[in-house]
Structure formats: C-alpha cells, structure tokens
C-alpha cells in the first residue's frame, strides 16, 4: 500500500517542469497517470490518484507551476485533473503483464480519457467550441505519444524486474 505514494510524489516532483500554454500546461503528469495504473494495478493506480488530487485540493502545490487549491479544479485543466484517477484504473485493468499488446492498448486508452474528460471541461471553462478545443489540443498530441511510449517502456522494465512489489 505505501507504493500508492510514488506516482503521486512524482507528479510533484515534476510539477514545476511545464510549458505553459493557454489552457493547460504542457507536464509530465500523464505520463505518471498512465504509469500508476500499469505499474501499480487499477485499485491502487485509481488510489493514488485521487491521494494526488485531495492533495491539490487541501491547497497544497502540487499541480503544474506549482499550484494548488480549488482555483486549478475549476481552471482549464481541472477535467483533465479530474480525469486522472479514471484513467489510471482504465490502465490497470486493460494491463495484463504476459500481453505485450496491453500495454499499448491500455495506455492509448488511458490517454483518450483523459482527453474525453479533459477536452470538453477546457472547452466549457473557456467559453470555446468543442471543435476548437480540440483543434487546440492537436499540439499535445506529439508529447502524449511520446509520453505513451514511455510508460510502456517504463512499466514494462519496472514490472519484469519486480521494482515496484503491489
């Protein structure tokens, strides 16, 4: 259980490397979502997630840039905050270890549920059309997939040579 702390304090960690657009930022956040869930399983994955978000939420700066506190749930980025718990037990329960595939298929699936909530919430928050916030979004597109690819590499390595006991 003291594994569900990791990807949250590297979400932390990590919180001050951003490129800042309008909207949101761009962070290392989803690659440590997607990590959570492949590496830690989807009940804990899911867990420490929402430690990361209550975290935030009692106000300490745990977010991009440093922030904390309701202003940021209810900012730009707060449906993607949101939908960080979702995705990480939507990548523990597509991960099966002796599948090669999984680990593609849960990350890509992972990935496009933190768009599915995060995108729209953008969209409502910020007064503009869906279409628009989507095609806004096309410029996270290339270091989500290379933030996919990393997590698989990553989880994979982490789990063949048992780094994280669950």
């Not at 949250?8 to 869930?37: H, N, R, Y």
Request: charged share 5%; aromatic share 14%; proline share 4%.
């Amino acid at each position: 259980m003291t594994n569900v702390v990791i990807f949250p304090t590297l979400m932390i960690a990590t919180a001050g490397f951003t490129i800042t657009l309008v909207g949101a930022p761009i962070t290392l956040q989803t690659l440590f979502v997607l990590l959570s869930g492949m590496v830690l399983g989807a009940r804990l994955g899911f867990i420490s997630m929402v430690l990361y978000i209550l975290l935030g939420l009692i106000g300490l700066p745990v977010f991009a840039n440093f922030q904390g506190g309701y202003g940021v749930i209810f900012g730009p980025s707060g449906g993607f905050i949101l939908s960080f718990p979702i995705a990480s037990l939507v990548a523990g329960l597509l991960t099966k270890y002796d599948n090669k595939y999984s680990y593609i298929i849960s990350s890509l699936a992972a990935t496009f549920i933190i768009y599915l909530i995060g995108i729209p919430w953008m969209a409502y928050i910020l007064g503009w059309r869906l279409t628009e916030t989507i095609g806004y979004m096309t410029v996270y597109f290339p270091g989500d997939v290379g933030k996919i690819i990393l997590a698989i590499l990553i989880s994979n390595r982490l789990i063949r040579h048992n780094v994280i006991q669950t």
